[in-house]
């Protein structure tokens, strides 16, 4: 009869083998994860961000009624030069037309539409997102994102 004789290094061995498949396992499950929540990347690798028109709204003890028209995301961060795609899709409101502050950018999103904003900034700042309708608290407002270009 054999015995399989293990001398204390080989098992030493063996030992740190299996800790280090375990790692990279480990890593690669997790690095999956990353990528399944960071996952926003379009085919010709330009990043997507996507937001809506949001409306918040109340009835008053008195029956007044209050309202307030909002970009949500309120605030979106992107690097400077980086090429974007901005999805904005028209949930609340018949129509916000809108500009960025600082550029020629201009266009409008309609209820049920997607309104889609190619976007590189070569400047660092803050950009505003103006909704023209809803500019101001008197308005319903401010409907306002900000673009942090980093
Ligand atoms: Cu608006």
């Known amino acids: 009869m054999k015995f399989l004789v293990f001398k204390k ?6 030992l740190a083998v ?3 498949l375990a790692a ?4 690669f499950v997790l690095k999956a994860g990353d990528a399944t929540v ?5 085919e010709d690798g330009i990043r997507e961000i996507h937001m809506i028109t949001a409306e918040f709204k109340t009835t008053m003890k008195n029956g007044k009624q209050l309202e307030a028209y909002r970009w ?3 605030t979106i961060s992107i690097e400077k030069g980086e090429k974007v795609q901005l999805y904005i899709s028209g949930i609340n409101g018949e129509q916000h037309p809108f500009h960025i502050e600082g550029t020629d950018i201009k266009g ?3 209820k049920g539409e997607e309104t889609m904003i190619p976007l590189q900034f070569n400047k660092e700042g803050t950009y505003r997102l103006i909704c023209e309708t809803h500019s ?3 308005h319903n407002g401010p409907m306002i994102a900000y673009i942090v270009v980093n």
């Not at 990279?24 to 890593?27: D, E, K, M, T, V």
């Not at 960071?38 to 379009?42: A, K, V």
């Open 9 to 14: 290094e080989t098992f030493i061995f063996f």
């Open 18 to 20: 299996g800790i280090m």
């Open 24 to 27: 990279i396992s480990a890593w």
């Open 38 to 42: 960071f996952n926003q990347q379009s």
């Open 72 to 74: 949500d995301p309120g």
């Open 108 to 110: 409008v999103v309609k």
């Open 136 to 138: 101001n608290r008197e």
